[in-house]
């Protein structure tokens, strides 16, 4: 009885493991298949597994770590049949593969967030972005009353969902039902890995570091939750988290947004002209100053051998999923900022001179 178990659950996991082989492989090959499948299939999910798991107040997918680990431990020692272990390890893996390429692995090969834009993404100025840079500053210094402030956890999805409800107005495809984000018990565990955010796959959960600096929580919060909407590129996302920052209600949400913004931007300066960002810096008040550097310290007490890690893994990660400059991508949301700018911010009036 129990080798025939053992058996059923080799071959259940065989088989979702090649189910998620052959889709993955169908989104890499077959023009159209993901896009199809983001649009009418995904939403499903989102809806189904969103809704279920959004009950729970806590972040199922932190508690299904630690119960995963624990039930590991436990049949480990109580079951010493090495079949039995494989065989159900198989099952595991099966599933997990199955469930990450239902719920994320296909949306990476969808049509680009991009491809919706009525404006150009390429080809800008080092003064576009130094104009741009200054813009940032003018604004985020009009929030400066927001640095340091937090809110509550419910406070912060609700907001987000609203935020992110209110850029599919303008965006059809970010239209529709959206989970409440929440935050981890132990925020550690991202800390760590120098993340401020996840997304879950296994349960269409958006996640958050609430252990950072405030100005980042609105941001990341808009950037996992466009995640939901099968735009998976960083890159995407991130300029979508500033979209939707920008559609909120919450002085805190357009702060981040400001301050997001300048900070990609801003390295973005540095690198093609210091002296202008040093000047340009110098324009941010002191209390997003303080902010800044706040942030600065935050992560690095985290700097080590497992960031490192982390890092390099999600650099693999993303480069396998068709994202040719792996974390890099975090930076070329500039350019999605950069034709937002130029198409809907006026330059008159817009930016001080000096």
């Not at 020692?77 to 079949?83: T, Y």
């Not at 300029?239 to 357009?254: M, V």
């Not at 973005?268 to 002296?275: K, S």
């Not at 975090?330 to 809907?344: P, Q, S």
Request: one cysteine or more; glycine letters at 8%; a negative charge.
């Amino acid at each position: 009885m129990e080798k025939k178990r053992d058996f059923r659950c080799l071959v259940s996991g065989a088989v979702f493991l090649a189910a998620a082989l052959a889709l993955l492989a169908a989104a890499r090959k077959i023009p159209g298949f993901a896009d199809w499948y983001t649009v009418h299939v995904y939403p499903l999910w989102v809806n189904l597994l969103g809704r279920l798991f959004g009950i729970l107040p806590f972040s199922a997918a932190e508690i299904g770590i630690y119960l995963l680990l624990l039930a590991a431990a436990v049949y480990g020692v109580r079951r010493r049949s090495l079949p039995g272990i494989f065989s159900r390890a198989v099952l595991l893996a099966g599933a997990l593969l199955l469930s990450y390429s239902l719920n994320c692995g296909i949306n990476y090969y969808c049509v680009p967030f991009s491809s919706y834009l009525p404006y150009e993404t390429e080809g800008h100025t080092e003064e576009e972005l130094e104009r741009f840079c200054r813009y940032l500053v003018q604004q985020a210094n009009a929030y400066a009353d927001c640095a340091g402030q937090s809110m509550s956890g419910e406070e912060y999805g609700e907001a987000g969902v609203a935020a992110m409800t209110a850029l599919g107005e303008e965006y059809p495809r970010l239209s529709g039902y959206y989970p409440r984000p929440k935050y981890l018990t132990v925020p550690w565990i991202l800390s760590v890995q120098q993340l401020a955010g996840i997304y879950s796959p296994f349960t269409v959960e958006a996640n958050y570091n609430n252990a950072m600096v405030s100005y980042n929580i609105p941001h990341t919060i808009c950037h996992e939750l466009s995640h939901l909407k099968g735009f998976m590129r960083e890159d995407e996302a991130n300029f979508i988290g500033f979209l939707a920052c920008l559609k909120s209600d919450e002085r805190q949400f357009l702060y981040s947004a400001y301050v997001m913004g300048w900070v990609y931007a801003g390295n973005a300066l540095a690198a093609a002209d210091p002296e202008s960002y040093v000047e340009i810096r110098g324009l941010l008040k002191a209390e997003i100053l303080t902010d800044l550097e706040a942030n600065n310290r935050f992560w690095d007490q985290y700097e080590g051998k497992v960031a490192d890690a982390a890092e390099a893994v999600n650099d693999t990660y993303l480069k396998a999923n068709s994202q040719e400059h792996g974390v890099e991508s975090y930076g070329m949301a500039v350019d999605l900022m950069l034709g937002w700018f130029e198409e809907t911010v006026p330059c008159e009036g817009a930016v001080p001179s000096d």
